[in-house]
């Protein structure tokens, strides 16, 4: 990442993270009563995620273990306490069976990702980047799909980004997005029956955003424009319920 793109991001994100605070937590209590009403239990999850890619020391032969760096990510709880209770991490999906009514709402608008403004402050996180998976899931995907962890080389993870606000869900592109066009030729290349609209797909089609959003960081003329655009269309994302 270029240096003066380094140094505009992290003031960007301590002033946006800042306001972002200052106009949501009024909500909080509210937002609180809501969850713990329907469904008791903790309000915040808290989730050890996968951050930027970990360089190997000096004279390392051997990749890192673990290959991303590890920090604890905050969230308004939209499932059930102990939803993974049997089955271990596992990827949510738009119509996930263990999200509660008032989750689903959260998760819709993505008012569930606010908390995540103090990762943003605390340096863990920052407005704009590739979404951050469970370390579990990030290294099945970086083992399964070419230059998978090359998304977050130098990059944090993000609270929204470039492929939040251009995707479906769960990576699908929208019907109305460029990436549309070419969906048939990106995905199940070997054309198996019953593969369509598989995870693995979605996820590539993810990773081109954000290998995208990666290489404007190496030049401040091409990221600002980027970065505000985002920001600028997230509550707009927000709003109408779609992205990641």
Known sequence: MDRAVRIVKRLTDIVGATLGLAFTLPFYPLIAVAIYVESPGPVILRQRRAGELREPEPGQTEPPKPRFREFTMLKFRSMRPEAEHLTGPVLATREDARTTRVGRFLRRTRIDEIPQFFNVLLGEMSLVGPRPERPELAEQFAMAIPYFEERMRDVKP??????????????????????????????NPFKIEGAEDSLADHMRMKLLYDLAYSAATEDLKHFLPLELSIILRTPLVMIRGIGT
């Open 158 to 187: 993000g609270i929204t980004g470039l492929a939040q606000i251009s995707l479906g869900y769960s990576g699908k592109p929208l019907p109305e997005s460029v990436l549309a066009a070419f969906e048939s030729g990106l995905t």
